[in-house]
C-alpha cells in the first residue's frame, strides 16, 4: 500500500456508466471513500469503504476496495480525461464490465 496521500482526497466526483450511475466522495484522510448508486438497479444502495489505490502511466489511478456485502469493485479512473473503466463482482460471482464518464460532483 502507498504511503501518500490520495490525490483526489477530499473530493467527489460523479460517474455515469449509462445503465448505471454512482457518486464517490473520497474523505480528506485519503483512505476511506463514501458511494451512493444514484441510477440503476442498485439504486439507493451506498456505503463508506476503505480503498487502495496505485497511479497508472499517464495520469490514471487504479483504485480497488471491498464492499460489506462482499462485492469488489476496481475502477480505473482518469480524472483529467473523465473516463472511467470500472469492474464489478456481486456477492453472487456475477461479473460486469463498464466504462462511462468521470466528472466533478458539486455537493
Known sequence: MT???????????EVDYGDLNATNAYDS????????????ASEGATGTVSFEWRSLPGGAYAISWQEA????VTHIDDFEGQRSLSFYTTPDLQFYRLEGSLKPFAS
Open 69 to 72: 456485502d462482499g462485492a469488489t
Open 29 to 40: 484522510d485519503g483512505l476511506s471513500m463514501t458511494y451512493a448508486i444514484t441510477a440503476g
Open 3 to 13: 504511503t501518500a496521500i490520495f490525490p483526489m482526497a477530499g473530493l467527489s466526483f
